[in-house]
């Protein structure tokens, strides 16, 4: 069973309680323009196993067919906790190092950059992770039945998505036990007190073991994001600046050893000689400001209509990509990501959204004659079509300035 694909439609229900809980209290933490490019990447991070296997999926097959160090049951209530206990173990391990070595930090920063903090954070997931089955490996091999250790991690991942919020402040004793939505908000924040902290899953024990814990104090607020921003809703430049950044750092260092080192140092490290060559310092938190471009209410209105359906489409396909034909899935799938990439450029206000998006929507029409659609679907698409139509008919027939695109 797919338990992250069975949780969508509650994680979807509780982010709009959420908002709607915010509205209603007059503590709205939910901005539109970052919360469809929160959701596209968590879209795009689950459809990315359509495209590609999984690095890990071999080493994990190899691990479950050889020989384990201990018979070990495949029922029961012991095996489940201490399948439960062992993946939040690694999961430490791991998240601390995508926290402490750039090559990690590249993929994980994905799931930083948010300057908010609600239940749409949650979602926002990397999609170019790549040896984070390294860290998990070893339980397979001490005998952990395959089956129960990754539906522990789909329970460990499940378990992260309701810590995201600031409307929960403390649970009382269970603070020193259990990953909180006070302890995680302090691993979410970049006030330097704060940084790097708190890298638990399901338990915050190993950071209070291991010295990496931090309470969050009332006199220090937490201010949210990346401290060097990033700036923009696309979700493919979210998956690659750090990667970019830190090539172009390896490009101008002089030494062989500092090109190789630069990935496996921490974030912000900087060999001596190329200082300002290319990094830009951050700014002091007294100078930050959310990220949030000018665009017409008509152009985001039109974003995220094109985001609702982008994303059923998404969910769609991972549930009927195994019936599919390869090609028919990354046909789908890539039109899927043209779509995500779009709403980028409609909610940060720029004028050549108008012209893919007519693209876009000439691309979707003609694969409607291609792709494996049951009657009722074809329907869908058709009627999504024509609203699209309509629509950006409207945005463009409109004078430029008043469409407010740059």
Known sequence: ????????????????????????RGRNTYRVADTITSISLGSISRLRGLLFLGFGSWFYARAADGYPLLDLPDEGVGIWLFALLAY?????WFHRISHEVNLFWAAHVVHHQSEDY????ALRQSGSGLFGFIFYLPWLFVGIPPEIFFAS?????VYQFWVHTQHVTRIGPLEYILVTPSNHRVHHAQNSLYIDRNYGGILCIWDRMFGTFQDELPDKPCIYGIRKPLKSYNPFWANVHVYWSTLLLSWHTARWQDKIKVWFKGPGWQPEGV????????????EFYKFD???????????????VCTTLAGTGMLIVANGWAAFDVALATGLIFLSFYLQSLWT???????VLEWLKLGLIFAALGYLPLSPVFSILFLAYLITSVLSLAYLTWQKQPATGLS
């Open 1 to 24: 069973m797919n338990i992250i694909l069975y949780a969508i439609p509650g994680f979807i229900i509780l982010i709009l309680a959420e908002w709607l809980y915010g509205l209603a």
């Open 88 to 92: 939040d173990f690694s999961y430490y």
């Open 118 to 121: 609600n239940l749409g954070t």
């Open 153 to 157: 991690g789909a329970i460990n991942l």
């Open 275 to 286: 200082a300002g060559v290319h990094r830009q310092e951050p700014a002091p938190l007294t």
């Open 293 to 307: 471009p000018p665009a017409p209410v008509p152009a985001r209105a039109y974003a995220f209509f094109q985001f």
């Open 348 to 354: 940060e206000g720029r004028r050549v959204a108008v």
